[in-house]
């Protein structure tokens, strides 16, 4: 569904992507993390087709976005960081009008496009189908948004911070929904997002964008077991509260129920959170970056 390939992007003379590889299966669900600037919105848009890469070797459903037809766009549906929408036109109006761009699209496999009623019973905006979209809250136009991205039954889908302004209970059913459009449409889904929890929640895989490259990609316990001191081990002996931190939980735990098993209580195995495994990552690479512009002005300085 997505085959990157030594994706590069400069801007002038500032390299944004400096070689990023990546595949996608379908019905696969990747969240794309990194720091602001990073470059993840511009990986997002060139694999969209709105922007022209540098260089590297880009497939997306099997074609290159740069070259791509109508045909092509029919099969994908984006959802952007921030939309501009059509305030007097009403909620089920908008979504039936943008529906008919994907008819001729359709075919034995795939009906396009969603209609109206399926569109707002799974974006939860059915109350308010006749309502004009100026008159929607916040949390309620960013799951119009979401409706737009998924009319015409897409095959791959992207999510640019899709639940920001959502509530609680709204980012749950947004969560719902992701699930069911990778588990029963079989449709693949790259999401970004700030949210570390919303990113464990969801994605089958993760990748960490950083210095413009994939520094990390794999489930979040795949990452988590590439940083060292994995896990905490907490446990009540006599009374007495202990804390250990071990490359081994599993070992260790072993290790401590065979020597005291009968008077261990309230144990606990602590593995660090998406959020400290994430944090360390982009620090240890960060720090590697400082140590190399470091040496480079040393070696400068001596050649001077």
Not at 29 to 41: E, F
Request: aromatic share 6%; glycine share 10%.
């Amino acid at each position: 569904m997505l085959d990157v390939r030594d994706l590069r992007m400069r801007y002038g003379t500032l390299d944004v992507l400096t070689g990023v590889s990546f595949q996608a299966q379908r019905g696969e669900i990747l969240t794309l993390l990194g720091p602001n600037g990073a470059g993840k919105t511009t990986i997002i848009e060139i694999l969209e087709g709105f922007r022209l890469r540098s260089d590297g070797d880009v497939l997306v459903l099997g074609v290159d976005p740069a070259t791509a037809d109508e045909a092509w766009r029919a099969r994908i549906g984006v959802v952007l960081q921030s939309w501009r929408d059509h305030g007097k036109w009403r909620v089920g109006e908008l979504l039936e009008h943008l529906g008919r761009y994907y008819a001729p699209y359709s075919s034995e496999g795939r009906k396009r496009p969603l209609t109206v009623n399926e569109l707002v019973e799974m974006v939860d905006l059915g109350p308010y189908r006749n309502q004009r979209i100026a008159t929607l809250s916040g949390g309620q136009r960013r799951r119009m948004d979401v409706a737009i991205g998924i009319v015409g039954r897409p095959e791959l889908l992207f999510l640019d911070e899709p639940t920001a302004g959502f509530d609680p209970q709204a980012r749950r059913d947004f969560h719902d929904l992701v699930r069911r459009l990778s588990g029963l449409e079989g449709t693949t889904i790259l999401l970004t997002t700030h949210d570390l929890d919303e990113a464990e929640k969801l994605a089958h895989r993760i990748m960490v964008l950083a210095g413009g490259r994939i520094v990390a990609n794999g489930s979040a316990e795949e990452l988590a077991a590439q940083v060292a001191g994995q896990s905490e081990v907490r446990w009540r002996h006599n009374g007495n509260r202990f804390a250990e931190t071990t490359d081994d939980a599993v070992s260790f735990v072993r290790r401590l129920l065979a020597e005291d098993g009968p008077t261990i209580s309230d144990l606990e195995v602590r593995r660090p959170s998406l959020e400290e495994t994430y944090m360390a990552m982009v620090q240890h690479h960060e720090a590697g970056r400082v140590a190399d512009a470091v040496a480079v002005a040393d070696f400068g300085g001596q050649g001077q």
